[in-house]
């Protein structure tokens, strides 16, 4: 019975469950109900306000006989894959040698991770400059002298999306290298100081003992940068507004359109259960993976 | 003393009496105004508002090329506080009537006989189910060419007859190392040629069949294919800059020599005007070349949200007049660069290119000429414009052949049906 537990202890086991359930409450509120209500939306045929009838699957019909959601879906992939590989290995290879005992570390350490402390909006919009054939990069090169010079991939729709990786990686790297170096400060020294007595290389003590010990540190990597790569919407809107020619189009601008500049909420809805569906799939079964080995998760 | 405590008496009970009095209703209106130009022009409204005893309470939501003001009406009405006043462009308007969210201005119309003061053709825009449910204070003119007179000169070009012309003229401005024509990547940029050729090369039944009833004939046919071909040949008329370039930085690109033209609707205007040039002195306002005059624009509406209170029904239909009336038309558009709404409105005090767009109207409204404009909204509804946007866009910035244009906005138009 209940009543032979002291009333303090009754408090104690109940106080977490109070505490938390105002925000358990926000959550299932905000985040569950409404992508039931965007999946419903989704399922109408609303356009310039919600309308709760059924059309089936037609706006999903629609979205993918859109060329531009075909542009945005394969944009998102070049710019996860490639921002999510370039940050993770630049961040790790920085993190390791920042980690080599060298002097002003913190002064470097500040350096990388300034560009974190910038908006997405300032860091595309500098970017917009310093890419632009005619203000940037490419002229401060001609007017060197190296006149054949030519960098102008913003303008290019074909290279576009790599402009965005760019200014991307140079924003987030320094935030996964923050995250390793953590990782790295975290490895009990003895553990590499025993290797070394049994002689093993520097590269090889990384490869082998360091870098697999950084697992944890991974996962925060990688689930924060995903995240930012599948909500990175001020950044294209700032460097390139989706152009040149919609050739940077991405899903979270593709739905920013259809729902509020062209009156399509059925499509622009349909659009956000399609990113859901991509973050679940992807996400859930890596965290699933990563959470169960550990046991008890993090 | 008597005296002087009957004073203070007198002012203790007057004082909130006159403040009473004071008090204006207040009348909140959504708008997208917010450059400084704009922001005078509202003022001119405001203004005769106070005067009416209404005052105005601002809500400027700028950005996005508007898409910002539509998120925060959005979000107000889902909340079930709509703003009193809003402006609409193009099919906002519309939209939200069919939903039954505006006001009717029907006694108002009746009673001052607007519908008569007004181009017929601005109707469309103003009444859904024969009910009026807002009011125009300007009219802006898409199809214009803003010209560099000193360059001109400077290249030994006049004023272009035809698309062909303007072509060849390029040709030879690029010779004296001047860029042909300011723009930018950004589509609708690129739309406001597309739109001016569409009409231009084809007459103003095509643009209506192709751009306004969006015929699948007319879309597909062969006239699409040589006006997707002249837009074609403009690919090399800009420079290597102009990626992500605003509007204002094209215009005033023109300004100050490095470019010869733009086209752009007469909000460009005000850049010229406020560096102190003169139009037909130092820089040139001329319609887009074609063989078949015609009129294309873009206008400005406010209209009021249905909200159960006498107060801000009253400071509805004090906005409806205010805009309606012929002398604030007549300065708002001073300063906005646009021309007034009413058909009525002395034009004396404005400059010659206004003047210009005003007595070219009228011409266009005799001969059946004048129709909204695509890029900006006063054709087809956002879902349709904004097809004709990603494909023209696509087309100019790629190697994307004419057929494949033409094809691509055939798909892409049906499928939003």
């Keep these: ?298 | 003393m008597n005296k002087f405590k009957l004073i203070l008496m007198a002012t203790a009970v007057a004082l909130p009496l006159a403040e009473q009095a004071m008090a204006e209703t207040k009348i909140e209106g959504l708008h997208v105004w917010t450059s400084a130009s704009e922001v005078k022009a509202l003022k001119v409204i405001t203004d005769k508002l106070a005067t009416m005893g209404f005052e105005w309470q601002d809500s400027a939501v700028g950005g996005a090329n508007g898409a910002n003001a539509q998120q925060a009406l959005r979000t107000r009405v889902a909340a079930g506080n709509p703003p009193a006043i809003m402006q609409f462009l193009g099919f906002e308007g519309l939209g939200w009537a069919k939903e039954g969210a505006l006001r009717s201005l029907n006694d108002l119309y009746a009673k001052n006989g607007w519908k008569a003061d007004l181009p017929p053709v601005m109707l469309q825009f103003l009444e859904q189910d024969a009910n009026f449910f807002s009011t125009p204070i300007n009219m802006h003119r898409q199809n214009w060419v803003w010209a560099n007179k000193a360059v001109f000169d400077k290249a030994g070009i006049s004023i272009p007859a035809s698309w062909d012309e303007l072509i060849a003229s390029g040709e030879k401005l690029k010779a004296i190392g001047v860029t042909p024509i300011a723009m930018s990547d950004e589509s609708w940029q690129i739309e406001e040629l597309f739109e001016s050729i569409l009409i231009d090369v084809n007459g103003p039944d095509f643009y209506k069949k192709a751009a306004i009833d969006l015929d699948e004939t007319a879309l597909s046919s062969p006239e699409m294919i040589k006006t997707f071909e002249i837009l074609g040949k403009l690919r090399g008329m800009h420079d290597a800059g102009f990626t992500g370039r605003d509007w204002s930085a094209a215009t005033n690109m023109v300004a100050n020599g490095q470019a010869a033209m733009q086209v752009m609707g007469d909000w460009a205007k005000g850049e010229f005007l406020a560096k102190g040039m003169k139009p037909g002195v130092d820089f040139l306002c001329f319609p887009t070349p074609t063989a078949t005059p015609n009129y294309k624009f873009v206008f400005d509406t406010f209209g009021g949200f249905t909200i159960d209170n006498a107060d801000i029904i009253k400071g509805q239909d004090a906005v409806a007049e205010a805009i309606m009336d012929p002398e604030v038309q007549k300065n708002f558009n001073l300063i906005k660069g646009s021309i007034p709404a009413r058909l009525d409105v002395s034009m004396d005090d404005f400059d010659d290119c206004a003047k210009r767009s005003f007595s070219d109207r009228v011409e266009a409204i005799k001969n059946n000429a004048i129709y909204g404009s695509l890029t900006d909204g006063f054709a087809v509804e956002p879902r349709f414009s904004g097809v004709f946007q990603d494909v023209v866009g696509k087309f100019f910035v790629t190697d994307m052949s004419a057929e494949d244009a033409v094809q691509a906005l055939v798909d892409g138009i049906n499928n939003a049906r």
């Design chain 1, 1 to 298: 019975m209940s009543g032979s537990i002291p009333f303090s202890d009754r408090i104690a086991n109940w106080l977490p469950r109070l505490v938390l359930a105002p925000s358990l409450l926000v959550v299932l509120v905000v985040v569950y109900l409404f992508i039931c209500w965007t999946g419903w939306i989704s399922l109408s045929s609303s356009m310039i306000v919600p309308k709760y009838d059924f059309v089936g699957l037609s706006q999903y019909v629609r979205l993918w006989s859109t060329p531009r959601w075909h542009t945005a879906v394969f944009n998102l992939v070049i710019f996860s894959v490639l921002f999510l590989g370039i940050t993770t290995l630049l961040g790790l290879l920085m993190a390791i040698l920042l980690d080599q005992k060298i002097r002003c570390e913190g002064a470097l350490r500040a350096i990388f991770l300034y560009p974190m402390a910038l908006s997405f909006i300032v860091t595309g919009t500098a970017w917009k400059w310093i890419l632009n054939p005619a203000l940037g990069v490419q002229k401060v090169v001609n007017d060197l002298g190296w006149t054949s010079f030519v960098f102008d991939w913003i303008a290019r729709p074909s290279f576009a999306i790599y402009c965005v990786v760019i200014a991307a990686v140079w924003q987030s790297t320094g935030f996964a290298m923050a995250l390793f170096l953590a990782g790295l400060r975290g490895i009990d020294n003895s553990v590499i100081k025993a290797a070394q007595i049994e002689g093993a290389s520097l590269p090889l003590i990384y490869r082998q003992i360091v870098i697999p010990m950084l697992r944890p540190a991974f996962l925060s990597v990688i689930v924060l940068l995903s995240y930012i790569a599948i909500k990175s919407f001020d950044l294209i809107l700032a460097l390139t507004n989706t152009g040149p020619g919609s050739a940077t189009e991405m899903p979270s601008t593709f739905m920013y359109s259809a729902t509020f500049r062209r009156d399509q909420m059925g499509v622009g809805a349909a659009s956000a259960m399609m990113m859901l569906m991509t973050v679940v799939a992807i996400i859930v079964p890596y965290l699933y993976s990563e959470l169960k080995e550990t046991g008890d998760g993090h």
